[in-house]
């Protein structure tokens, strides 16, 4: 193609070009729509969901590890909020389960991944994290309480050594007696040969009538 053949063709494309408005690729892009798996779409950026939860659930507590050496134990990963065993109503032993919260939820996702199934005195600790929605409204309810087992022992010795009166004393003889002849039909029934020996203090004398002479 020679210097002339050049020529020609670079005006006639200009004059081609001159037909058509210039146009910007903003406006463009305005005007047509991208193709499938065309990256010049921005996709909405999705944020993870942020982690909230705080309290955590731990089963398989051994014997002796309590609310002390837990929060000993435990405040070496973080902050501690609340802490609570649960326990019998009536003896106040531990049931072998308790909650935790920490303050900060990274610190209970760090303590959920590192202490389940841990092994502490044969027992495999199990800890899971518990959602805030499903967290009991009265889960912390007298969770500071420090639980005094009720002494039975004491109570009983205080009921038998209370002072009675005649009539009082007299129902409880009464009461020993017929348990006594219940005893003494069983052993006889069963071919055994035994005296039961007498009670003591079975009887009880009449109270004396003390006359004052008046003067």
């Known amino acids: 193609m020679g210097a002339k053949a050049r020529k020609a063709s670079k005006k006639s494309v200009k004059k081609a070009s001159s037909q058509f408005p210039n146009t910007d690729s903003k406006t463009a892009s305005a005007d047509f729509l991208p193709l499938e798996g065309d990256g010049s779409r921005e996709l909405a950026e999705t ?44 003896t106040g032993k531990s049931k072998h389960y308790g909650f935790i919260e ?4 990274q610190v ?10 841990y092994l502490l005195f044969e027992h495999l600790l199990q800890v899971h994290i518990i959602p805030p929605e499903h ?18 022992v004491q109570i009983e010795r205080k009921l038998h ?13 009464e009461k020993i007696l017929k348990q006594d002849a219940r005893r003494r039909k069983r052993i006889e029934a069963a071919g055994i040969d035994y005296e039961c020996p007498e009670i ?12 004052f002479d008046e003067e």
Not at 59 to 73: N, Q, S, T, V
Not at 102 to 105: C, G
Request: glycine share 4%; aromatic share 12%.
């Open 108 to 117: 209970a996702e760090v303590v959920a991944d590192c202490m389940h199934n």
């Open 161 to 173: 050594n209370k002072v009675r009166t005649l009539e009082e004393h007299k129902k409880l003889v």
């Open 200 to 211: 003591v203090g079975s009887v009880q004398p009449a109270p004396k009538k003390i006359k």
């Open 47 to 90: 944020k993870p969901q942020q982690n909230k939860a705080t309290v955590l659930y731990i089963g398989r507590i051994p014997h002796g590890f309590y609310e002390k050496e837990m929060e000993a134990y435990f405040k070496q990963f973080g902050a501690i909020k609340r802490l609570r065993i649960a326990r019998n109503k009536k």
């Open 102 to 105: 920490f303050e900060n939820p």
């Open 135 to 152: 967290v009991h409204p009265q889960l912390w309810r007298g969770f500071n309480y420090k639980y005094k087992p009720v002494d039975y």
